[in-house]
């Protein structure tokens, strides 16, 4: 019988059913119960994930604070990946201590809008008006809780410029154009990259590509979407003569060197829903380690690393008989709603604030590579 089996093979059972079966069969023995209230066990991952993945919430997800026997720490990672409308005007959100609902915010949420809590408040308060904002303002033009919102340039000298443009007429495709005009390069074809997305918000690239002068050359925008050393094809080659398979129910184990070919390697951070072919290579590369906090969406769930799958375009440059990014690299944030194209109309509902707090954040490796951080326009003399 089912219940004489170890219990992490029950618990490993238990994670492949629905929720509402997994409720079901949680009641039906203590045995049962026990396990599915376990908090190392936790077999209501595998399911709440599925749920997160799919879009389409079950009913059941909607109440799961209420029932006890769901360990508490799941809903960090449902309130760090769900839908914002979903978590404001359909589920039951828990009672959580204050590190707790910090842990949220910082998993969901750039850095840069911490500075929408204010001294003093918890940070409930601020994960819910954060999201809050974001629901508001993908659903209308809206703009008085942001009047300004900031956009990054990443120049070729080396420079980083944080600038700043009213956000009720934000369009990014006019101030890149308007860039375009000042650096002689409007002959040049817009080429836009999905650098990675979060929850509630992409990050993208705007830029040109030529075949470069070494005085146009801007190596910082190839090394910023291309990690210098990351290279795709050789993560995809190794992973397919390896056959290493990452899962996301099992918990970090850490880095073996010795037996990195041959080791089933996981990530701690949710997000990585399905299965993925590819290999870790932080003993090669020492100084890149996966984004955690925010976490990426499922489609960016390597990020620093290439996530295979399709959705992942930073690499596209290279395909592209030889040519290379020239000029300044505009960064901006979008908001993911349910547009399909990258940038559709004014925008007045599709941006938010892209800093450098958040630049860095993304991309730790390029402070090293940024020579100055301009508050402003110009060349900061």
């Known amino acids: 019988m089912i219940i004489e089996l170890p219990v992490e093979l029950i618990a490993h059972i238990l994670t492949l059913l629905d929720l509402a079966s997994l409720i079901t069969v949680s009641y039906l023995s203590r045995r049962l119960h026990s396990i599915a209230s376990d908090s190392s066990l936790n077999p209501w991952r595998g399911p709440i994930l599925r749920n997160l993945q799919d879009g389409a919430y079950e009913p059941s997800l909607k109440t799961l604070c209420v029932r006890y026997i769901v360990p508490r720490q799941n809903w960090i990672e449902i309130l760090s990946l769900a839908r914002s409308d979903f978590l404001l005007f359909e589920a039951t959100l828990p009672n959580l201590k204050c590190y707790e609902w910090e842990e949220c915010f910082r998993r969901r949420f750039l850095p840069g809008w911490r500075r929408w809590k204010k001294e003093g408040s918890q940070w409930r308060e601020a994960f819910m008006k954060a999201l809050h904002r974001v629901w508001h303002r993908s659903h209308t033009s809206c703009t008085s809780d942001e009047a300004w919102t900031k956009y990054v340039v990443l120049n070729r000298n080396g420079s980083i410029n944080e600038l700043e443009a009213s956000s009720r007429n934000f369009n990014?495709?006019?101030?890149?154009?308007?860039?375009?005009?000042?650096?002689?390069?409007?002959?040049?074809?817009?080429?836009?990259?999905?650098?990675?997305?979060?929850?509630?918000?992409?990050?993208?690239?705007?830029?040109?590509?030529?075949?470069?002068?070494?005085?146009?050359?801007?190596?910082?925008?190839?090394?910023?979407?291309?990690?210098?050393?990351?290279?795709?094809?050789?993560?995809?080659?190794?992973?397919?003569?390896?056959?290493?398979?990452?899962?996301?129910?099992?918990?970090?184990?850490?880095?073996?060197?010795?037996?990195?070919?041959?080791?089933?390697?996981?990530?701690?951070?949710?997000?990585?829903?399905?299965?993925?072919?590819?290999?870790?290579?932080?003993?090669?590369?020492?100084?890149?380690?996966?984004?955690?906090?925010?976490?990426?969406?499922?489609?960016?769930?390597?990020?620093?690393?290439?996530?295979?799958?399709?959705?992942?375009?930073?690499?596209?440059?290279?395909?592209?008989?030889?040519?290379?990014?020239?000029?300044?690299l505009m960064l901006t944030t979008q908001l993911v709603g349910s547009h399909l194209d990258l940038v559709v109309g004014m925008g007045r509902n599709q941006y938010a604030s892209f800093c450098w707090d958040d630049f860095r954040t993304i991309a730790p490796w390029m402070e090293e590579k940024v020579t100055k951080i301009i508050f402003g326009p110009g060349l900061g003399n």
């Open 172 to 328: 990014p495709r006019t101030i890149f154009n308007e860039m375009k005009h000042q650096n002689n390069l409007t002959h040049l074809e817009t080429r836009i990259r999905l650098v990675v997305e979060f929850a509630d918000v992409r990050i993208l690239a705007f830029g040109v590509l030529n075949k470069a002068r070494t005085m146009f050359l801007n190596s910082n925008a190839h090394a910023f979407l291309h990690p210098p050393g990351i290279e795709k094809e050789i993560l995809l080659n190794a992973s397919r003569e390896t056959g290493t398979s990452i899962g996301s129910s099992d918990k970090n184990q850490g880095l073996d060197v010795k037996n990195i070919y041959s080791r089933r390697l996981s990530w701690v951070f949710p997000s990585a829903v399905t299965y993925v072919s590819v290999i870790e290579f932080w003993s090669v590369f020492p100084k890149y380690s996966r984004l955690t906090h925010p976490i990426p969406s499922s489609s960016h769930t390597l990020y620093p690393f290439h996530t295979p799958g399709g959705r992942d375009k930073r690499w596209i440059e290279l395909e592209e008989d030889g040519l290379q990014w020239v000029g300044g």
